[in-house]
C-alpha cells in the first residue's frame, strides 16, 4: 500500500498515545467541510510524491521504543485492497493500529476486525441517518449502497471488541441540535461519541468559509443531550 503523507508524531490521534498518521489518498464521498481536499482523487492517481510501505516500516522500526502506535487515516483507507496487508505488517512491528473511517466499506471493515487488524476504529458519522441529510453532508457523493454501508458499519462496531470511537463534525449549516441529538439515539450504548467544531478554514467547498461555527457554549448543550444517550461525549477543538 501506498501513502499519500505521513504526520511522524502526534499526540492527538491515538488517544493516551504518541502516534505516527498514515494519510490514504482518494475518498468516495465529498464533504463540503473537508479540510482534506487534497486527498480526495481516485487511489493510484498520484505520483512520485507517494510513501511506500517499505519506507513506512524502515521509519516505524527506527521508532521502536518511542511511538507507541500507527493511525491510518484519509481520504478513505477502506478503498484499499492493500489495507489489511498493509494493517498486518504494522501489527507485527509490533504497533498498536487505528483506523479512521467514513464506514461505508462495511465488508472491508469486517475483515479487519475478525482478522483482529486493529486496535481501535473512529468512525465519522457525517449527519443524522437520513438518506437525503446524509447525501448533502457528502457534498452529493452518496449511494444507496454506500448509505446501508454506512449504517452496517454502525452496527458492527457497536457490537466490536475493541476501542471504538463515533465522532461528527458539527456544521450549522448541515446539523441542528436535533440532528446530533437524533445521531447520539441511534448508536445509544456506544461507548464513545465525539463532536467537534467546525473550522471554517482550507474548506473543500469555498461557501463554507463564511459558516459561523456553533460556540462552544451551544455544542455543550448539544453534547449534554447526547449523554443521554451515549457513555462518553466530549468536545474537540472549540
Not at 3 to 12: N, R, T
Not at 35 to 57: C, F, Q, R, T
Amino acid at each position: 500500500m501506498k501513502f499519500a503523507g505521513m504526520l511522524k508524531q502526534s499526540l492527538v490521534d491515538y488517544p493516551g498515545k504518541i502516534a505516527a498518521v498514515l494519510f490514504a489518498r482518494g475518498c468516495n464521498f465529498c464533504c463540503p467541510f473537508c479540510h482534506n481536499g487534497h486527498l480526495l482523487i481516485k487511489p493510484g492517481k498520484a505520483g512520485p510524491e507517494y510513501i511506500s510501505m517499505y519506507e513506512v516500516l524502515g521509519f516505524l522500526n527506527e521508532r521502536q521504543g518511542f511511538l507507541d502506535a500507527v493511525v491510518i487515516s484519509g481520504g478513505e483507507p477502506c478503498l484499499h485492497q492493500e489495507l489489511p496487508a498493509a494493517l498486518s505488517s504494522i501489527k507485527d512491528a509490533g504497533y498498536l493500529s487505528k483506523l479512521d473511517t467514513n464506514g461505508s466499506r462495511t465488508s472491508m471493515l469486517s475483515e479487519l476486525c475478525v482478522r483482529f487488524l486493529l486496535d481501535y476504529v473512529a468512525m465519522d458519522i457525517k449527519g443524522a441517518l437520513d438518506y437525503k441529510k446524509y447525501l448533502v453532508a457528502c457534498g452529493g457523493r452518496l449511494s444507496s449502497e454506500d448509505f446501508l454501508n454506512v449504517k452496517g458499519s454502525i452496527h458492527l462496531l457497536r457490537n466490536a471488541d475493541m476501542e471504538v470511537e463515533f465522532r461528527t463534525t458539527v456544521v450549522p449549516e448541515l446539523h441542528k441540535p436535533e440532528d446530533i441529538i437524533e445521531i447520539a439515539k441511534y448508536i445509544e450504548g456506544a461507548s464513545k461519541y465525539t463532536l467537534q467544531q467546525f473550522n471554517p478554514r482550507d474548506t473543500l467547498n469555498p461557501e463554507y468559509l463564511y459558516i459561523k461555527p456553533y460556540t462552544r457554549e451551544e455544542l455543550q448543550d448539544i453534547a449534554d443531550e447526547c449523554r443521554r444517550y451515549v457513555k462518553e461525549v466530549r468536545l474537540i477543538n472549540v
